[in-house]
Nanobody, 119 residues
Protein backbone atom coordinates (compact mmCIF):
# COMPACT_ATOMS: atom_id res chain seq x y z
CA UNK A 1 0.00 0.00 0.00
CA UNK A 2 1.04 3.55 -0.73
CA UNK A 3 -0.28 6.69 0.94
CA UNK A 4 -0.14 10.06 -0.84
CA UNK A 5 -0.64 13.48 0.72
CA UNK A 6 -0.70 16.66 -1.38
CA UNK A 7 -0.01 20.18 -0.19
CA UNK A 8 0.72 23.60 -1.62
CA UNK A 9 -2.54 24.54 -3.30
CA UNK A 10 -4.09 27.96 -2.91
CA UNK A 11 -5.24 31.14 -4.60
CA UNK A 12 -2.96 32.95 -7.02
CA UNK A 13 -3.35 35.65 -9.65
CA UNK A 14 -2.97 34.88 -13.33
CA UNK A 15 0.68 34.89 -14.29
CA UNK A 16 1.75 33.81 -10.85
CA UNK A 17 3.37 30.62 -9.59
CA UNK A 18 2.62 27.82 -7.16
CA UNK A 19 4.45 24.67 -6.16
CA UNK A 20 2.51 21.55 -5.23
CA UNK A 21 4.05 18.78 -3.16
CA UNK A 22 3.11 15.13 -2.79
CA UNK A 23 4.52 13.09 0.06
CA UNK A 24 4.48 9.34 -0.50
CA UNK A 25 4.75 6.72 2.21
CA UNK A 26 4.43 2.95 2.44
CA UNK A 27 5.62 0.59 -0.30
CA UNK A 28 7.10 3.26 -2.57
CA UNK A 29 9.98 1.15 -3.90
CA UNK A 30 7.64 -0.76 -6.19
CA UNK A 31 6.29 2.34 -7.90
CA UNK A 32 6.94 2.64 -11.64
CA UNK A 33 5.86 6.24 -12.01
CA UNK A 34 4.19 9.14 -10.22
CA UNK A 35 2.21 11.98 -11.65
CA UNK A 36 -0.33 14.76 -11.33
CA UNK A 37 -3.90 14.93 -12.55
CA UNK A 38 -6.51 17.65 -12.18
CA UNK A 39 -10.27 17.85 -12.18
CA UNK A 40 -12.88 20.58 -12.37
CA UNK A 41 -16.52 20.03 -11.36
CA UNK A 42 -18.53 18.30 -14.05
CA UNK A 43 -15.49 17.17 -16.03
CA UNK A 44 -13.33 14.07 -16.10
CA UNK A 45 -10.04 14.00 -14.29
CA UNK A 46 -7.29 14.87 -16.76
CA UNK A 47 -3.62 14.08 -16.98
CA UNK A 48 -1.17 16.88 -16.20
CA UNK A 49 2.33 15.43 -15.86
CA UNK A 50 4.19 12.21 -15.05
CA UNK A 51 7.69 11.22 -13.99
CA UNK A 52 9.07 7.69 -14.11
CA UNK A 53 10.92 6.03 -11.28
CA UNK A 54 14.55 5.01 -11.51
CA UNK A 55 17.58 6.78 -12.89
CA UNK A 56 16.91 9.82 -15.02
CA UNK A 57 13.24 10.20 -14.32
CA UNK A 58 11.65 10.59 -17.74
CA UNK A 59 8.92 13.23 -17.77
CA UNK A 60 5.88 13.86 -19.90
CA UNK A 61 3.35 16.72 -19.88
CA UNK A 62 -0.08 17.52 -21.18
CA UNK A 63 0.13 19.99 -24.08
CA UNK A 64 -1.84 22.53 -22.07
CA UNK A 65 0.87 22.81 -19.40
CA UNK A 66 4.03 22.11 -21.39
CA UNK A 67 6.70 24.79 -20.91
CA UNK A 68 4.82 26.21 -17.90
CA UNK A 69 4.79 23.31 -15.41
CA UNK A 70 7.74 21.25 -14.20
CA UNK A 71 7.44 17.90 -12.45
CA UNK A 72 10.23 16.58 -10.26
CA UNK A 73 10.79 13.90 -7.67
CA UNK A 74 13.15 13.53 -4.74
CA UNK A 75 12.86 10.03 -3.31
CA UNK A 76 9.50 9.96 -1.49
CA UNK A 77 8.44 13.48 -2.47
CA UNK A 78 7.13 14.71 -5.79
CA UNK A 79 6.66 18.31 -6.86
CA UNK A 80 4.81 20.27 -9.49
CA UNK A 81 6.22 23.72 -10.14
CA UNK A 82 3.51 25.73 -11.87
CA UNK A 83 4.49 29.01 -13.56
CA UNK A 84 2.61 31.45 -15.74
CA UNK A 85 -0.65 30.19 -14.28
CA UNK A 86 -3.88 30.81 -16.17
CA UNK A 87 -7.49 30.89 -14.94
CA UNK A 88 -8.09 27.66 -16.87
CA UNK A 89 -5.55 25.93 -14.60
CA UNK A 90 -8.08 26.24 -11.78
CA UNK A 91 -8.88 22.72 -10.57
CA UNK A 92 -8.39 20.20 -7.80
CA UNK A 93 -4.95 18.67 -8.34
CA UNK A 94 -4.40 15.03 -7.44
CA UNK A 95 -1.18 13.15 -6.88
CA UNK A 96 -1.08 9.71 -8.49
CA UNK A 97 1.30 6.77 -8.08
CA UNK A 98 1.34 3.54 -10.07
CA UNK A 99 2.79 0.22 -9.02
CA UNK A 100 2.97 -3.01 -11.01
CA UNK A 101 2.53 -6.34 -9.20
CA UNK A 102 2.07 -9.91 -10.44
CA UNK A 103 -1.67 -9.28 -10.01
CA UNK A 104 -1.62 -6.22 -12.25
CA UNK A 105 -1.58 -2.43 -11.93
CA UNK A 106 -2.21 -0.61 -8.67
CA UNK A 107 -3.22 3.05 -8.78
CA UNK A 108 -2.95 5.22 -5.69
CA UNK A 109 -4.43 8.69 -5.26
CA UNK A 110 -4.07 11.54 -2.83
CA UNK A 111 -6.99 13.51 -1.45
CA UNK A 112 -6.44 16.46 -3.78
CA UNK A 113 -5.49 20.08 -3.29
CA UNK A 114 -7.39 23.07 -4.69
CA UNK A 115 -5.64 25.49 -7.03
CA UNK A 116 -7.54 28.65 -7.94
CA UNK A 117 -6.17 31.14 -10.45
CA UNK A 118 -7.92 34.52 -10.56
CA UNK A 119 -7.99 36.67 -13.68
Amino acid sequence: QVQLVESGGGLVQAGGSLTLSCAASGSIFGLVHMGWYRQVPGKQREFVAVITSGGGGTTNYADSVKDRFTISRDNAKMYLQMDSLKPEDTAVYYCNAVGITPQGRDDYWGQGTQVTVSS
